[in-house]
């Protein structure tokens, strides 16, 4: 009996225990959820601001005054997103090992040599008052939800054990570099093509340049030259960590617009969506600014700054892609033998700028790292593991820019003029931007920190002189740029900018024209586009790339050498139609054909670890296919391990097929109707602190995974790594249609929600949505707004 009522005791003590621990876990989870009810009191206000929530959370925010505005607005984004805003303030700042602990020190001592707060402290200087008021406005209601919120702030701060330190106008600028960092072409190519050139000699490297010539769709077609030609050249490998932590922005993007005369509606559409990394929190917070008289603007917000970057105001809107601009390049120094602390210069030795960096790490420890200058900008041999090589890097993100400044200036924007004024010091962020107005006109500007250099390599400079050192960067008026062009239409999708008459080197990286190509036959299939036609055109799953490879992969695939079951998958990519739909089992064939054939060509010859690193840069290997598939008789095509005989490529995309067939089965089973695309091509949106499985399960961070079409070469695009389609982690980070005879027609959706608390219902209420390539009406009229009210809160003085 005693044991028996020990056993109950315990029991209950045991029941007890687990309840307590449910309910601390679930005040950590819920404490953070918004109300968006709630009226608050804040300091500074000289008014009332009034904020509308619609069904989905997404806020309207009605002003007296901007200063007001901006109280707000900071309030408000640290409510819903504070910690991701935090998380981004320390890669900046080199302060990630504070709270992730010693596996970050070589990250945070990379980004301290990138001195973005330094550049971002120079911009607060000489910022307009206007602009400085409104940073001081936004950090004022940031501090304040800080402040009132101190018991009751997101999990994440609970799970790492730490709180957020005040926000500084300072934070809020170092988003440009940490844009600007994420959106550089040259740091994720050159030290890798440097690597895979003096792995397998110089003959098999220029099977991996791009051969501009053949890449005829421009953005902007028919420009005439203004001066005479510069330069060229450059490339190197990205920092995996941040993809890991879900920080990593950039891979492509779409954009476009038509005119009235190519519009159902008589007045411009425009398009965009912007590829991006889809982790939540989602990159992008949405949200309609508005000060009665001076300011209505609506579109999506970086979470960490007041403006809407990209949107439309109540007379223009806009939108991006990247320019991909060789826009880092990297020198060989020669360091003095005798003194390790100077370099050689114009035949001089000049003295390095060392500075020591003291890192503190999770747990109390700190470590002192030290950073080395030259002229140019940082060493950054260490972080690119180039051994004895010393290599720095002159990066356009230290030149002089103001992207924060043209932001302000294109929420205000009424016409083409103050739109391209506003892009002047928009140069740090290279993109093309796509414009529209309620005057019937369309645009593109390029928006590019170019510099004027000299030089033909694909490789490195040498350090020792200042023959290939910058010369400044190209003025703002000889960039490219088209408005109210004859054909009623303009597009981009990271293909090349320019003609070969453009005078200046943009850059070799751009993305093949798949994408491009197919929106311009999307452009002109109809007459007349309507909303419903660029809905269409967002959801679109036909692969240009597919079209080019697949008849080449039949005619090269030896028919007599396969079995039965071969056969049959050979006859399925032979009838295909080209459309990566999830439920194609020929997309699911090419795919694993295109990655095997890749691997059979090159992997033996640069490695296990070389190939691992090349096939992630899906612009080295476009590029690479691109050139094999025009010399078939390329030595890649020889299994450098047979050393008895040489192969042929025929027979590298024979066995390539063979394996292809073969793994679906394993995958998939024998039955090949059940081979579709998105049984192995999923997405899964994912928290950064995610990886940790316990915390992933107890506190809901991630969704999925999702049966998803596309690819990363269709214009809806569900991109992976190489060899991972159920890796998918790049897409449209938003889409948006923005109609210009009536804004309420305008539509919108992001892959998670505006709420970065998990437990909130606004957490990732889109994400279906998104999936499924629907969207959410994007209205601005204030009685559209009230019709569509869900909440309602004031802040108050």
Known sequence: MKIKKWSLVLLLVLVVLIGAGWLFLNQIRTRAIPDYNENIRLKGLDGTVEVLRDSLGIPHVFAVTEHDLYIAVGYLEAQDRLWQMDLLRRVTTGRLSEIFGKDMIDEDQLFRSLRITEKSRMILAEASPELRSALDAFCSGVNQYMEE???????????????PDPWLPEHSINLIGYMAWDLSTGWTTETLIDQIRRQVGDELYRYLLPDLTEQRTYVQPGLTPAVEPEALANLAKT?????????????????????????????????????LSLWIPGIWYQMHQVVPGKLDVTGVILPGQPLVVAGHNARIAWGYTNVMTDDADFYEETINPADSTLYRFNGEWKKLDIREEKIFIKGGDSVIRTNAFTHRGPVISDFKKTGARKISMRWNGMEPSNEL???????????????????KTFVAVNQNVVYADVDGNIGMQSTIGLPVRKGTGTTLFPGDTDEFDWKGLVPFEELPYTYNPECGYVSSANNNTVGPDYPHYISSWFSLPYRADRILEMLNEKEKLSVDDFIRMQADHKSKMAGKFTPEFLNHILVNSLTGDEKTALDKLAGWNLEFESESSPAAIFDLLYHAVLSRLAKDQMGDDL???????????????????RDQSSTWCDDITTTERQETFSEMVTDAFKQTVADLTDQLGTNQAKWEWGKIHTF????????????????GLSRGPYAVGGSFHTVHPFSYPLGDPAGVDDGSSQRHIYDLADWDRSLSVIPTGVCGVPASPYYCNQTEMYVKNLYHADVITRARIEARKQFRMEFGK
Do not use: C
């Open 149 to 163: 919120n101190g018991k009751k702030l997101p999990p994440e701060f609970a799970l790492l054990g730490y709180k």
């Open 684 to 699: 899964t949106i994912k928290h950064p602190m995610a990886q940790v499985k316990l915390i992933n399960k107890l506190f």
């Open 405 to 423: 400044r043209s932001i302000f200036l294109l929420n205000r924007a009424g016409n083409w003029e103050e739109f391209r004024e506003a892009l």
């Open 611 to 629: 190939f691992t690193q090349f096939r992630r840069e899906n612009v080295l290997v476009t590029n690479f296919m691109e050139n094999i598939l």
């Open 239 to 275: 920092v995996r960590f941040i993809e890991d932590l879900g920080l990593d922005v950039f891979r492509g993007s779409n954009n476009w617009a038509v005119a009235g005369k190519k519009s159902a509606t008589g007045q411009p559409i425009l398009a965009n969506d912007m590829h």
